[in-house]
């Protein structure tokens, strides 16, 4: 059985960083592109970064480039977003995802609802 655990979020003041971890088993890690998808209050899906662990390729969205870093540890099949000078926008619930051989730059184009595999989300509250 395929299991997506997310974890890592908590209350943090603007300004500060959380490190987000997505725990993976049942799948054969390298197979897949994991993407970071948050959804605010009231709003759809946002994706905001995804990563292939076999090539560690990476793709961010324009709303956290430059402050949020997606990596892997191919060890443990885990993928983490770093999330530094977090702002008030980024409070959302956060979820991992997972889907089938696409690349990075494919998995970032496409829904929530389109990945296969899905965590259960961690909620980061920023503080302003």
């Known amino acids: 059985e395929v299991q997506l655990q997310a974890s890592g979020g908590g209350l943090v003041q603007a300004g500060g960083s959380l490190r987000l971890s997505c725990a993976t088993s049942?799948?054969?890690?390298?197979?897949?592109?994991i993407g970071w998808f948050r959804q605010a209050p009231g709003k759809d899906h946002e994706m905001i970064s995804c990563?292939?662990?076999?090539?560690?390729?990476?793709v961010y969205a324009d709303s956290v480039k430059g402050r949020f870093t997606i990596s892997s540890d191919n060890a443990k099949n885990t993928v983490y977003l770093q999330m530094n000078a977090l702002k008030p926008d980024d409070t959302a619930v956060y979820y991992c995802?997972?889907?089938?051989?696409?690349?990075?730059?494919?998995?970032?184009?496409?829904?929530?609802?389109?990945?296969?595999?899905w965590g259960q989300g961690t909620l980061v509250t920023v503080s302003s």
């Open positions: 995802a997972a889907v089938w051989a696409l690349t990075a730059a494919q998995a970032m184009g496409i829904t929530f609802e389109k990945y296969d595999y």
């Open positions: 049942g799948m054969t890690f390298d197979d897949y592109a």
């Open positions: 990563i292939t662990p076999s090539n560690r390729n990476t």
